[in-house]
């Protein structure tokens, strides 16, 4: 049986602030894949009971959908369960990727630079008062307040005075609950497309972002004409090679598989630091990964067939809900 012999679902839409976003993808990569002769469908989804649904007579998953259970490996542990091989990392990988905390303590284990950071305090917790005194002695403005589990830059705020600081905090919190602080790096927006060939992780050439508005956020992600794209990113020789030598020490600090995207910041001074690992890089007409694909010479077509080519087939050696269940 070939690739092309199978029916390939492209699950996209959800229920997460990301839908519209994951529409968008999805449609891309359903044209891409039916121009290129693949049995491919549309998988929609609203909620939560149509997934199962969705998922019958489907052989593999091309996965878009952004946000919440489409990244945070909880649909993945659904996939090992029902057997469907799906595009992308692991449930563990997705997991890890998506808590901002936890992903920033791995790349320090791998020797990765990261910004300083410190886990967020509920507004409601008596001793907050004094730990915004103490966060920003430590961190010193501007920071960064972001939820430790969303993407595409939803619910960041950038914070340059003290006085916006505690009332950005108490917004996030209420919004996303559980958040963190971390210091804004003065320098370039770059990031680093990965994909995987012939089992070697290739980074492509690096994107530098230099958004109209504030900073990169929803909008200026997602909204034509509100950013500006440079590739090759403007960095020398040798910052280049640190940031794509990275960008693959991440990828493989968190067992990710596929495809990605790494996010950094990098300084006047040329230093990189790592800020997240991206497992489900938008597939839009802006977004990053597909634009650096075509500048390494890979049109979207190709960029998609090969990623529906490392398509993972679940594993159920040492995976705890499939052995779990099994035991049963």
Same mark, same amino acid.
Do not use: I
């Given at each position: 049986m070939t690739w092309k012999n199978l029916s390939i679902g492209v699950l996209m839409g959800g229920w997460s602030a990301?839908? !519209?976003?994951? &529409?968008? $993808?999805?449609?891309?990569? /359903?044209?891409a894949l039916i121009s290129n002769g693949y049995q491919a469908v549309p998988?929609?989804? *609203?909620?939560?009971?149509?997934? /199962?649904p969705a998922l019958v007579d489907i052989d593999v998953v091309f996965n878009c959908l952004h946000g919440g259970?489409? !990244?945070?490996? =909880? /649909?993945?542990? &659904?996939?090992d369960i029902l057997n469907i091989p799906y595009t992308g990392s692991s449930m563990l990988a997705c997991a890890l990727a998506m808590d901002k905390i936890r992903s920033k303590? =791995?790349?320090q284990q791998a020797g990765l630079s990261v910004p300083d950071y410190v886990q967020g305090l509920s507004p409601e917790h008596k001793e907050f008062t004094e730990w915004c005194k103490d966060t920003l002695e *430590? &961190? $010193?403005?501007?920071?960064?307040i972001k939820p430790v589990r969303e993407g595409s830059s939803v619910g960041v705020h950038i914070i340059r005075d003290q006085a916006d600081f505690a009332p950005a905090c108490l917004a996030v919190a209420r919004e996303f609950g559980n958040y963190m602080v971390e210091t804004f790096i003065e320098g370039k927006e770059i990031t680093a497309g990965i994909l995987e060939q012939d089992g070697q992780f290739q980074p492509m050439p690096l994107l530098e972002l230099r958004p *109209?508005? *504030?900073?990169?956020d929803y909008q200026a992600k997602y909204t034509p004409g509100m950013t500006e794209f440079i590739i090759p990113a403007t960095l020398d020789e040798a910052t280049t090679q640190a940031v794509q030598s990275a960008s693959v020490k991440a990828f493989e600090a968190l067992s990710c598989h596929g495809y990605g995207r790494v996010d950094f910041r990098v300084n006047d001074q040329? !230093?990189?630091?790592?800020l997240e690992v991206n497992t489900l890089p938008g597939m839009t007409n802006t977004s990053d990964l597909p634009q650096m694909a075509e500048a390494a010479g890979i049109s979207f077509k190709l960029l998609v067939e090969r990623i529906l080519q490392t398509a993972m087939k679940p594993s159920k050696a040492n995976h705890p809900v499939i052995s779990q269940i099994e035991t049963v």
């Open positions: 990301e839908r !519209e976003v994951s &529409l968008n $993808s999805g449609n891309n990569v /359903l044209s998988l929609d989804v *609203k909620d939560q009971n149509e997934l /199962l259970m489409g !990244e945070d490996g =909880t /649909l993945h542990a &659904l996939f303590h =791995t790349f *430590k &961190l $010193s403005l501007p920071v960064v *109209k508005r *504030k900073f990169y040329n !230093e990189c630091f790592v």
